[in-house]
C-alpha cells in the first residue's frame, strides 16, 4: 500500500534554530498538507498545497513557516526560528481527490 | 459553536460490547466526512469514509444525517484492539480546495 513517508521521526532543536521537516507524499497525489499535534490536542491545519503553491493556510502558518516542493516528490516544511510552543507531531497529509488522506507517520518537534 | 464536535470520552465498554459515537458539525455546505483512528502517539489512518446512504466495513457502520449535521460511527462486538481515539474528519470546500478539519476525537477503550 502506498505510503507517505516523513523524515526524521523525531527532531530536537534549540529554541531560535530553524528546522526542516521533510515529507514525501504518494506519488499520484495532488493535494498535500502539513497538521500538527500538540501532545494531548487535536489535529490543526497548518497548510494546503496544490499545483505547486500554497493554496489554503491556517492561522498558525504564520510568517515562520514555509513549504516547499524543491524537486517534484520532496515536500517540506520549514520553521524558520522555533519557539517552545511549536513543539508538537507534525503530519504530512496528502490526497488524489475526494478520497481520505493518508497522513506520513510523523515527526515528533521538540524544541528545548 | 465548534467546527467539529465530539464527545471526548472515553468510553470505557466491555469485549463484546457495541458503542457508537457521534459527531456533529457547524457548516451545512461541508462536502465529504470520514471517521480516522489514531492511536496513541501515531498518525490518524483512515478508518472508513462516510457516504449520505451510510456504509458498512465489518464491525463497523458509518452514517450521515445532513439534516442534523451529525455523522455516526458504530463498533458492533468490539474487541481489545478496537481501543483509540476515533477522530471525526469533515471537509468543507473552500475556493475549491480541500481543508478538512478534525474533531478531537472520542477515546475509546475496550476492556476483558
Known amino acids: 500500500e502506498p505510503e507517505v513517508t516523513q523524515t526524521p521521526s523525531h527532531q530536537v532543536t534549540q529554541m531560535g534554530q530553524e528546522v526542516i521537516l521533510r515529507c514525501v507524499p504518494i506519488s499520484n497525489h495532488l493535494y498535500f498538507y502539513w497538521y500538527r499535534q500538540i501532545l494531548g490536542q487535536k489535529v490543526e491545519f497548518l497548510v494546503s498545497f496544490y499545483n505547486n503553491e500554497i493554496s489554503e493556510k491556517s492561522e498558525i502558518f504564520d510568517d515562520q513557516f514555509s513549504v516547499e516542493r524543491p524537486d517534484g516528490s520532496n515536500f517540506t516544511l520549514k520553521i524558520r526560528s522555533t519557539k517552545l510552543e511549536d513543539s508538537a507531531m507534525y503530519f504530512c497529509?496528502?490526497?488524489?481527490?475526494?478520497?481520505?488522506?493518508?497522513f506520513g507517520s510523523g515527526t515528533r518537534l521538540t524544541v528545548v | 459553536r465548534k467546527e467539529v464536535e465530539q464527545d471526548p470520552g472515553p468510553f470505557n465498554v466491555p469485549e463484546g460490547a457495541t458503542v457508537a459515537f457521534n459527531c456533529t458539525y457547524s457548516?451545512?455546505?461541508?462536502?465529504?466526512f470520514f471517521w480516522y483512528r489514531q492511536d496513541c502517539r501515531k498518525e490518524p489512518k483512515l478508518l472508513m469514509s462516510?457516504?449520505?446512504s451510510g456504509n458498512e466495513d465489518g464491525r463497523f457502520t458509518a452514517q450521515l444525517n445532513r439534516a442534523s449535521q451529525y455523522i455516526s460511527l458504530l463498533i458492533r462486538d468490539s474487541k481489545l484492539s478496537d481501543s483509540a481515539t476515533y477522530l471525526c474528519?469533515?471537509?468543507?470546500?473552500?475556493?475549491?480546495?480541500?481543508?478538512?478539519?478534525f474533531g478531537r476525537g472520542t477515546s475509546l477503550i475496550v476492556h476483558p
Open positions: 474528519v469533515v471537509n468543507p470546500r473552500s475556493g475549491g480546495s480541500y481543508i478538512p478539519t
Open positions: 457548516n451545512s455546505a461541508s462536502q465529504s
Open positions: 462516510v457516504y449520505s
Open positions: 497529509a496528502s490526497i488524489l481527490g475526494s478520497s481520505g488522506y493518508t
